[in-house]
């Protein structure tokens, strides 16, 4: 399936020709006009917890408030450009037994990325793209009393490319998007304790999500709702002795609604929620038992 959409998104790149029709506008599948530049600031709160299943039973509660600024360029009809910087705010609790607490915070991993689309009939759209998360050094943990201080950088690199379809039904425009995580090498994890560092390496852990959506026109604007299906692979946490911890994968199934309203043709408001939750799971040494995960975007979108 990755050679798949690799094969699809390098091909679909090379198309130069024009179609007859445009393509259809849409907000899941937001881009920005030819020859126009766009800001976009968003403030995402998340709230989550996540059991795992081992000897023992242990709960992970997070709680993040993160910003989000994204810049993009449209290229032409068909392409734009862009990135996103994150700042991350988040806390990560833990009950073992015994609680320990890891609160990150920093600038977090740089994306680059690109979309694309392609008109095939009237009212029916090929979307393609991908995401290139580049992490511009190792995470780092420091120990201290009560808690860890963690930076906001994953510690590896990423590659999300991404097809999809929409079409137009009367005035609601409904589509799918195939999307998957290819990890770039593996992860790095530093940890100084007291001064003394060790280190440890991360590998999979990657997400491949099937999205349905749909959406229609409102007053100023645009609403929609989405459903998500993802699968998460197996993580495998090895430390500078050579142990490995290993993390089964899982599946989630969630829900979402978005929208934007437009108060001019430089600005407007978006916003969407989401919930998800576990839908199947895998034993290893550590087995996610259950999750649950909501998170609320606010921000404003800037044309100029």
Do not use: C
Not at 64 to 92: C, F, H, Q, W
Not at 147 to 170: C, Q, T
């Amino acid at each position: 399936m990755t050679k798949q959409l690799l094969s699809a998104i390098a091909t679909l790149g090379l198309v130069v020709s024009v179609s007859a029709s445009a393509a259809t506008k849409s907000e899941f599948f937001y881009q920005t006009d030819a020859d126009k530049n766009q800001l976009t600031p968003v403030l995402v709160y998340n709230t989550a917890n996540k059991t795992f299943e081992s000897t023992g039973t242990d709960k992970t509660d997070t709680k993040a408030t993160n910003l989000k600024v994204r810049y993009e360029r449209g290229i032409n009809e068909m392409l734009s450009a862009g990135a996103l910087i994150p700042y991350v705010m988040k806390t990560d609790e833990t009950d073992t037994g015994t609680t320990s607490k890891n609160e990150f915070k920093g600038m977090g991993d740089l994306t680059l990325f690109l979309k694309g689309n392609h008109a095939m009939a009237e009212g029916a759209t090929l979307w393609f793209g991908a995401d290139l998360n580049l992490s511009p050094g190792d995470q780092k943990v420091t120990v201290k009393t009560g808690k860890n201080e963690v930076n906001g950088y994953a510690g590896g690199h990423s590659l999300n490319p991404y097809v999809g379809y929409s079409m137009l039904m009367s005035s609601y425009l409904v589509g799918a998007k195939l999307s998957t995580e290819l990890g770039i090498g593996d992860r790095t994890r530093k940890v100084d304790s007291s001064g003394t560092e060790t280190k440890s390496k991360l590998t999979g852990g990657h997400t491949t999500a099937l999205t349905l959506f749909g959406e229609m026109p409102i007053t100023g604007g645009t609403a929609g709702a989405k459903l998500v299906y993802a699968g998460k692979n197996t993580t495998k946490d090895k430390d500078a002795t050579g142990a490995t911890t290993t993390t089964g994968g899982y599946t989630t199934i969630g829900l979402g609604v978005y929208g934007n309203y437009d108060f001019s043709e430089t600005a407007a408001l978006v916003a969407g929620l989401d919930y998800t939750k576990l839908a199947g799971d895998r034993a290893e040494d550590k087995k996610v038992d259950s999750t649950s995960d909501m998170s609320l975007s606010v921000g404003g979108r800037f044309t100029f």
